[in-house]
């Protein structure tokens, strides 16, 4: 089976903390080089948070959540994190997980995922 599964989601005060896991499939893993989270407000464009290379570890994050947030991943339990920490209301969105299939691209893209989550929700209360 091919999927991306988000957890972790929920509602907190502002300034709280949520951590959010997607877990991956083995098929998804064996391929992918970037895994990355993005984030869907109602009415707003899909917006990059940050990604990971599965291999190396290299992170990206947008400015939006530079100092706040720490995508990292477990490869023995084939899943991404997302740490979400001093969170504002302004982070409120569905999160989805995504995974490429290993092609060359720009990791801030959502063009250039091809495999996503259904996500989970984020509401942070001020």
């Known amino acids: 089976q091919v999927q991306l599964v988000e957890s972790g989601g929920g509602t907190v005060q502002a300034g709280n903390s949520l951590r959010l896991s997607c877990a991956a499939s083995e098929r998804i893993i064996s391929n992918t080089y970037l895994m990355a989270w993005f984030r869907q407000a109602p009415g707003k464009e899909r917006e990059f948070v940050a990604a990971?290379?599965?291999?190396?570890?290299?992170?990206y994050y947008a400015d939006s959540v530079k100092g706040r947030f720490t995508i990292s991943r477990d490869i023995g339990k084939n899943t991404v994190n997302l740490q979400m920490n001093s969170l504002k209301p302004e982070d409120t969105a569905t999160y989805h997980c995504?995974?490429?299939?290993?092609?060359?691209?720009?990791?801030?893209?959502?063009?250039?995922?091809?495999?996503w989550g259904q996500g989970t929700q984020v509401t942070v209360a001020s």
């Open positions: 990971i290379a599965w291999s190396g570890g290299i992170t």
């Open positions: 995504a995974a490429d299939r290993g092609a060359w691209g720009s990791p801030f893209l959502a063009t250039h995922y091809f495999y």
